[in-house]
């Protein structure tokens, strides 16, 4: 054992001696001074290959100069106020692939629409008023349109014709069987059209004289095979004509069998001539000689309306073409003539985050400095007066390599030639600070940088670094904003969530506009062309009428954040949008335009009005909002259900007894409303949730909170408003007979002396005529009857939430048995501890209601105000009121079995179920 200890001991000193470990050092620096050249030579060759030749794939040439075709050819519709701007949309199953892809498009560009799901056995109301409820139709499957039952196709049919509305279709059909006798040419209904599907096609050419094309600009062939399966047509009538054509390709498959069949050119062709087929609009004559032979197929037809007077465009693809979004656009603009269209104008913003923020060795250098002056240049030709927005945080400049050092102070003396805008000193989230004059003294040596380098800070746009404090909101942000930026305009990706980001939309919060930001796919951390996530077929497909080239497509206006890293290293972000510009030029009509921030801020929320109001939601059920949430906030103090009315239904009395319970707690009362914060219903609600959530206690475990304000059940923005930031809470409803509810309200109004309530018998307020009368009794009016209306105001408590999440009870239970109601509220609320309060609660005499018993057995009832004492309504008030809530009260009954909840027991007894 000690021989062999010795023996290795001799090895180790013999491998580590003097001259061996100079060896070995030598070895390891040079072969570090190799690697580091290599790893510089890997840089530089990546930054010369893309900087300096441009050549990792062309911008495109979009041979327009062939065609010869009218610039804009937007047909110009006549004023038709006679249809409403609404898309009608009949879908196969909201699931399909295809369904859901219109659903996204249609919601992209804002366009309204109502869903028919499934068979359809009936249409839905089409005329209202005399007006046209839908602008247009769109059917997911032809076929359902061709199969409709007689009566509801003539009846769609001649709602088409009279109201100049046409139909946007679908034909793709699954082959369920093949055979290498395939007959390809099937007959669309009764039209003088035939069809062939699931094809592989080729080589797609669009019709530059289609009449349909108005955002879509034929650029040229889009050579090579098409993805997914295609449908192509024949025509036998003149009505139809090719909005775009393909050629077939060699090979197809039948996917549902995965058979592989051969096509046989000779054997069979689904397009066959026919006498009628206008084959001068087949072949456009815009393209040179090879692309004009007689094998195109139609793929997209517009039915011009001659065969039936009905006008249609049917695509023989599933929208997975990214053509025939725009086309889909277009389509609906032609067919609704102009009433669901979106204007050719686009804004185009881009920003430049972090100016002299990044890691040593990857911000610019002056030669990139010049790059982007010059890009700006180069896009002012096609969007005038473009300007980059430049963002800074002044604390980290001249930390990088010296020529990276001598890059900035070149783009300081340049600092004129663009617009700047505040970032943060040192790139610190806002919601790490919890005071505001924190914030506010760090952002003000941001404030003095600016002043000192003489940056461009006039337009009122700033952007938060990580979007931190925009949104959710932290207060302290927009203070500070106001008070030393005075910043009027910003912009976020995360409002009202990241994903789906078509769905991203601005709002306005303490007067500072919001806009949404979209995505341009460049982050920090994208540098290099070939590291761009997914490589760079991800970034060609995204330019080309991929993901990028849909946000200029749908947005009117579009925010881009970009990086320094992106305009130094492969200059990535240059790379981008030259190509994503021309490609935009190339293959539409739409018209980029710049203008400053906060003009952008004011044409954003006079185009979109409905989005100033905020719609708060909870911030710890998104993880992105979670992490720039302060860590002194916490979401647990919001309540976990509402009671919401109506008032004068016994909320008071409801929100007293859920009190005794030890479970439960309350909001602390607010100064101006007492025990309601009337939070969702009124201005309170822009103060936002951290002002909201103040009222309540930071519950422990066990704890249920709750809050009841009483104004909540008949507004309308409160149930859409609960949703968002509530979406698992219960929300508690009561209902009296609406008669009794309006008697008491008034009573509630002449014992505050209201001068109309004394001045007026209960009988003149309801039976007062809406028209003519004075504006106070109106008022009294309304307030004594409308919100009786209860299943006109509980449907919309019922929208997006499950039934077992509303919970009904009976007022006039309350008053006689609120024990037994106790019993109903804590189990429908899930309480773990079911208390009895048959102990707790007594019936007054001389209050003539049931009241508390405290802790000495005495008994502690409600306040005046609650139980008042006043004569019984009169017969003629009872009897015109029970005739007026005749109908309401029936659709109640109706709802509530339908929602599956007990039915009131005045309810019940009136309706004589
Ligand atoms: P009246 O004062 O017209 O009788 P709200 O709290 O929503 O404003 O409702 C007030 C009503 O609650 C009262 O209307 C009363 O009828 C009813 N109520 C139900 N239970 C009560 C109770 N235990 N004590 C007092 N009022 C009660």
């Known amino acids: 054992m000690q021989a062999i200890k010795r023996n290795m001991w001799m090895k180790v000193r013999k491998i580590a001696s003097p001259r061996n470990i100079v060896f070995t050092l030598t070895s390891l620096a040079t072969f570090s001074v190799f690697y580091m050249f290599i790893e510089w030579q890997n840089r530089e060759t990546t930054s010369f290959h893309i900087k300096d030749h441009h050549s990792f794939k062309p911008v495109p040439d979009c041979s327009l100069g062939r065609v010869n075709r009218n610039e804009n050819q937007a047909v110009k519709f006549p004023e038709n106020t006679q249809t409403r701007q609404k898309a009608l949309l009949f879908l196969k199953s909201p699931q399909t692939q295809l369904g859901r892809k219109i659903v996204v ?68 059909p699954k082959r369920t069987s093949v055979s290498h006798d395939v007959e390809f040419t099937q007959k669309l209904g009764n039209f003088p059209l035939n069809y062939a599907s699931n094809l592989k096609v080729k080589d797609y050419e669009l019709n530059a004289t289609a009449r349909i094309l108005r955002i879509a600009r034929p650029a040229e062939i889009i050579t090579g095979l098409l993805p997914n399966d295609w449908t192509v047509f024949e025509f036998e009538h003149n009505t139809y004509t090719p909005v775009s054509t393909v050629r077939l390709a060699q090979a197809y498959e039948a996917h549902d069998t995965g058979q592989d069949l051969r096509w046989d050119k000779n054997k069979a062709r689904p397009f ?68 669901l269209a979106l204007p050719l104008e686009r804004n185009v913003q881009i920003d430049i985050d972090d100016m002299f923020v990044g890691v040593k060795g990857t911000r610019m250098t002056s030669d990139d400095v010049t790059a982007l002056l010059n890009f700006q240049e180069e896009l002012r030709e096609t969007i005038p007066g473009f300007s980059f927005q430049l963002g800074f945080s002044g604390k980290f400049i001249f930390h990088g390599e010296p020529e990276e050092t001598e890059a900035e102070r070149l783009l300081l003396k340049l600092h004129d030639k663009f617009q700047w805008f505040p970032h943060m000193w040192s790139h610190m989230q806002a919601h790490w600070f919890k005071n505001v004059s924190q914030l506010c003294s760090y952002m003000d040596i941001n404030r003095q940088f600016a002043v000192r380098h003489k940056l461009n800070m006039s337009h009122g746009y700033a952007v ?78 995204n330019i080309n009428g991929g993901l990028l080239f849909q946000t200029f497509l749908f947005n009117q206006f579009n925010i881009y954040m970009t990086h ?62 979670k992490e720039i949430y302060s860590e002194d906030k916490t979401c647990d103090r919001l309540p976990n259900f509402v009671v919401v009315g109506p008032q004068k239904t016994g909320t008071t009395a409801l929100y007293w007894f859920l009190n005794m319970h030890p479970d439960v ?45 009483a104004t909540y059940f008949d507004q309308e923005v409160v149930p859409r408003r609960v949703a968002a930031l509530l979406p698992k809470s219960h929300v508690v409803v009561i209902l009296i007979d609406p008669a009794k509810r309006a008697y008491s309200w008034y009573q509630h109004m002449r014992s505050h002396d209201d001068p109309t309530a004394l001045k007026y018998s209960f009988y003149q307020v309801v039976n007062a005529k809406r028209q003519g009368s004075p504006s106070a009794l109106i ?64 019936f007054d005499q001389k209050k003539g209601f049931f009241c508390q018993v405290t802790e000495q057995k005495r008994l502690k009832c409600l306040g005046k105000s609650k139980g008042r004492l006043y004569p019984d309504m009169d017969d003629k008030s009872q009897m015109f009121l029970t005739k007026y809530y005749q109908v309401a009260n029936t659709k109640l009954l109706q709802m509530l079995k339908s929602m599956n909840k007990p039915v009131p027991k005045w309810l019940g007894e009136q309706q004589g179920s």
């Not at 359809?120 to 005329?127: C, E, G, Q, R, Y």
Request: include cysteine.
């Open 272 to 339: 066959r001539q026919s006498p009628s087929v206008n084959r001068q609009s087949s072949l456009f004559g815009l393209f040179p000689s090879e692309s004009v032979t007689d094998d195109r197929l139609p793929a997209v037809v517009q039915d011009l309306g001659k065969y039936d007077q009905v006008e249609r465009v049917i695509f023989g693809e599933a929208l997975k073409f990214w053509l025939h979004q725009v086309l889909f656009l277009d389509a609906i603009s032609y067919l609704s003539r102009g009433r």
């Open 464 to 541: 938060s670094p990580h979007h931190a404090g925009v949104y959710p909101v932290h207060q302290p942000l927009y203070d500070c904003w106001h008070r030393i930026w005075n910043i009027t305009t910003t912009s976020t990706e995360e409002y009202p969530h990241l994903r789906p980001d078509h769905k991203r939309r601005g709002f306005i919060h303490d007067s500072i506009k919001v806009l949404p930001r979209q995505t341009c796919g460049l982050f920090t951390h994208t540098m290099i062309l070939d590291k761009y996530p997914g490589g760079p077929t991800t970034l060609h497909e």
């Open 665 to 709: 707690e309350s909001n602390r009362p607010s100064d101006k409303t007492f025990e309601e914060v009337q939070f969702f219903s009124g201005a309170n609600y822009y103060k936002g949730i951290d002002w909201y959530m103040d009222y309540f206690p930071v519950p422990s475990i066990d704890t249920i909170l709750f809050e009841k304000s």
């Open 779 to 842: 008022s009294l009016q309304r307030r004594c009857l409308d919100p009786g209306f209860y299943a006109y105001h509980l449907e919309r408590w019922t929208d997006g939430r499950r039934s077992d999440q509303i919970v009904i009870v009976d007022g006039e239970m309350l008053k006689e048995k609120p024990a037994v109601v106790m019993q109903h509220v804590q189990k429908a609320l899930g309480f773990k501890n079911i208390i009895d309060y048959s102990k707790k609660l007594k």
């Open 105 to 172: 498009l249609l919601e992209s560009a804002r366009f309204k629409f109502n869903t028919q799901n499934g068979e359809i056995k009936n249409l839905p109301v089409l005329i209202d008023d005399n007006k046209g409820r839908y602008g247009v139709i769109i059917f997911e499957d032809m076929l359902s349109y061709t199969g409709l039952h007689q009566w509801n196709r003539d009846l769609l049919d001649k709602y088409c014709r009279d109201f100049n509305v046409g139909i946007v279709s679908f034909l793709h």
């Open 564 to 625: 320094l890293s992106n305009y130094g290293n492969d200059r990535l972000a240059i790379y981008t949008f030259r190509r994503a510009i021309k490609f935009v030029q190339c293959w539409t009509n739409l018209q980029l335009r710049y203008d400053p921030p906060e003009v952008v801020g004011r044409k954003y929320f006079e185009l979109y009005p409905e989005e100033k109001d905020p719609l708060w939601t909870n911030p710890c059920l998104d993880k992105r909002h």
